[in-house]
């Protein structure tokens, strides 16, 4: 299976801030990479797929880039209601695998 | 509107069955791939199975973890897909979503709780 690892696993950051995730792949999968956003007791909402595509409604404040192991999401501005955790996850293979989640949180 | 419902999830113990169903609805289900993706308390998401729409054969593909233990099926009459658990470990203790998608999940359900304990 392709491990996604994700950096930081959590991080304090200010309304304003520009905040970037990482997350890594074991292996090159070009840009078959998904952003979640998860806020607590609810399901996961998509952001981005194809490692920089923007999901219909979601805010241009999110951005993501990368391709082949190395990705990150960029939130530029943080809000209030951008305080969650995200995921990535790999969809180049059959069996897809998520990273372990960056939590967001107010300093 | 498009909409996903999970129910089913429950107490269980170890080595015992449970099947969880998730009705669709507002969405062709049929040519619809669908997924479960769970939650282990405090913990992150992990995929679970998918079912592939008629049109790609109605396959079912699962992770390593669950393979030989777990079943996707689909009943398209009813546009609702199960997951049926068999000889579960309390390692599978999560709140389990179903998820519409080849392998970018765009529509979740609000999740079902499943606790196996003894």
């Known amino acids: 299976d392709i491990q996604m690892t994700q950096s930081p696993s959590s991080l304090s950051a200010s309304v304003g801030d520009r905040v970037t995730i990482t997350c890594r792949a074991s292996?090159?999968?070009?840009?078959?990479l998904i952003w979640y956003q998860q806020k607590p007791g609810k399901a996961p909402k998509l952001l981005i797929y194809a490692a920089s595509t923007l999901q219909h409604g979601v805010s241009s404040r999110f951005s993501g880039s990368g391709s082949g192991t190395d990705f990150t999401l960029t939130i530029r501005s943080l809000q209030p209601e951008d305080f969650a955790t995200y995921y990535c996850?790999?969809?180049?293979?059959?069996?897809?695998?998520f990273g372990g989640g960056t939590k967001v949180d107010i300093k | 509107e498009v909409q996903l419902v999970e129910s089913g999830g429950g107490w269980v113990k170890p080595g015992g069955s449970l099947r969880l169903s998730c009705a669709a609805s507002g969405f062709t289900f049929s040519n619809t791939w669908m997924s479960w993706v769970r939650q282990a308390p405090g913990k992150g998401l992990e995929w679970v199975g998918r079912s592939k729409g008629k049109f790609d054969g109605g396959t079912t593909d699962y992770a390593a973890l669950v393979k030989g233990r777990f079943t996707i099926s689909r009943d398209d009459s009813k546009a609702t897909l199960y997951l049926e658990m068999t000889s579960l470990k309390i390692e599978d203790t999560a709140v389990y979503y179903c998820?519409?998608?080849?392998?970018?999940?765009?529509?979740w359900g609000q999740g079902t709780m499943v606790t196996v304990s003894s």
């Open positions: 292996q090159d999968i070009n840009n078959y």
């Open positions: 996850q790999q969809s180049y293979t059959t069996l897809l695998t």
């Open positions: 998820t519409t998608g080849i392998d970018v999940f765009d529509i």
